[in-house]
């Protein structure tokens, strides 16, 4: 029993570690509110962070998530609930680096052990010259229909006049 168990735990290692490589870049935490007060373990929350689009820059997005408290989350083990906030700026001058393909990934992190990813795509609405975030998350073997959309408008800043998002845009 005690080896299935060291087992166990060492697969979660494993995991978690494998998790945190397939995200580039960590968000930055803003803040965390506790929403569910525990009396021994680590209350239920909500923590806000910001990410910097690592292909535009000038843009920034801040979402919020749940975060389980109690024993499950104490130990990396609880499955987050799907619900999550967006909201994306122009946070300076838009540059974008390359090219990139509509509902292309942006930024992943796992919601639960080993099935539940969080993800924040991009698109683009080349009429409107207009970027496009959403983040949902997916499961496995059974998705989550809640989402959550963001646009960024490009505009000028200054005296730089914004790229057209359509031009970079593959097909």
Not at 8 to 32: H, R, W, Y
Not at 39 to 54: E, G, Q
């Amino acid at each position: 029993m005690r080896f299935l168990n060291a087992a166990a735990l060492a697969l979660a290692a494993c995991v978690l570690g494998a998790g945190t490589a397939l995200s580039a870049d960590e968000p930055d935490l803003i803040f965390k509110k506790s929403t569910v007060w525990k009396l021994l373990t680590p209350d239920h929350k909500l923590a806000t962070y910001a990410i910097d689009d690592p292909l535009v820059e000038g843009v920034s997005c801040h979402f919020t998530v749940p975060e389980k408290g109690g024993v499950s989350g104490w130990l990396g083990v609880a499955e987050e609930v799907s619900d999550v906030s967006l909201a994306c700026r122009q946070v300076g001058p838009v540059t974008i680096k390359e090219e990139f393909e509509q509902g292309e990934e942006m930024f992943r992190q796992r919601r639960s052990l080993v099935f539940k990813k969080m993800r924040i795509v991009r698109g683009c609405d080349a009429k409107r010259n207009v970027l496009v975030y959403l983040v949902y998350s997916d499961k496995l073997i059974e998705g989550s229909p809640k989402n959550s959309t963001s646009t960024v408008p490009l505009m000028p800043w200054g005296d730089k006049e914004p790229p057209k998002c359509g031009d970079y845009v593959t097909d």
